[in-house]
T-cell receptor
Framework: GESVGLHLPTLSVQEGDNSIINCAYS??????FIWYKQESGKGPQFIID?????DKRQGQRVTVLLNKTVKHLSLQIAATQPGDSAVYFC??????????FGGGTRLMVKP | DSGVTQTPKHLITATGQRVTLRCSPR?????VYWYQQSLDQGLQFLIQ???????AKGNILERFSAQQFPDLHSELNLSSLELGDSALYFC?????????????FGPGTRLTVT
């Protein structure tokens, strides 16, 4: 039940380390960004969002940073755990509630 | 559990056939979105419905169609199936049309065309 196959970039981290997953978005007019987590065999799950008038937002163990100058979004996960292993997608929101998804990054956590 | 349900979970069919995938959105959500996820293309938006009406179309083939019923459940119809249609198909729902971007995804239907 894998979500996406062999062509994803992969980030491998040691359990307990911090993870940083990056995303470049395309539309400078996008006013909302979301990070989703997709575990094997499941649908994407909302993690955290940020509006374009912010540059940082913190959640529980996660932080999203937005750099509109270079159209870059990052997700930082503190003290990465085995349960964080999944594929992570960024999505940008445009007019009409449309979301455009990035290609995804596979996070593998080594015990 | 997102509250979005999809049936069936798995579907195996032959080329040339037609299938229907079903989605029930979260209680109260009026918008339904359909996505296709294949190995080399990530999540591709297909179509959006809002309160029974089509609102937006993405990369949806002419062989594919969808509808949203008065009870807000939605169906995605795939016809003249080809091997390349094998993929995961996700439905998502959201609360309102404007100002709310967060979409809640169902568990998906895995379609295998042989």
């Amino acid at each position: 039940g894998e979500s996406v196959g062999l062509h994803l970039p992969t980030l491998s981290v040691q359990e307990g380390d911090n993870s940083i997953i990056n995303c470049a978005y395309s539309n400078s007019a996008s006013d909302y960004f979301i990070w989703y987590k997709q575990e094997s065999g499941k649908g994407p799950q909302f993690i955290i969002d940020i509006r374009s008038n912010m540059d940082k937002r913190q959640g529980q163990r996660v932080t999203v940073l937005l750099n509109k100058t270079v159209k870059h979004l990052s997700l930082q996960i503190a003290a990465t755990q085995p349960g964080d292993s999944a594929v992570y997608f960024c999505a940008e929101g445009n007019a009409g509630n449309m979301l455009t998804f990035g290609g995804g990054t596979r996070l593998m956590v080594k015990p | 559990d997102s509250g979005v349900t999809q049936t069936p979970k798995h579907l195996i069919t032959a080329t040339g056939q037609r299938v229907t995938l079903r989605c029930s959105p979260r209680s109260g959500d009026l918008s339904v979105y359909w996505y296709q996820q294949s190995l080399d293309q990530g999540l591709q938006f297909l179509i959006q419905y809002y309160n029974g009406e089509e609102r937006a179309k993405g990369n949806i083939l002419e062989r594919f169609s969808a509808q949203q019923f008065p009870d807000l459940h939605s169906e995605l119809n795939l016809s003249s199936l080809e091997l390349g249609d094998s993929a995961l198909y996700f439905c998502a729902s959201s609360a309102t049309l404007a100002g709310t971007y967060e979409q809640y995804f169902g568990p998906g239907t895995r379609l295998t065309v042989t």
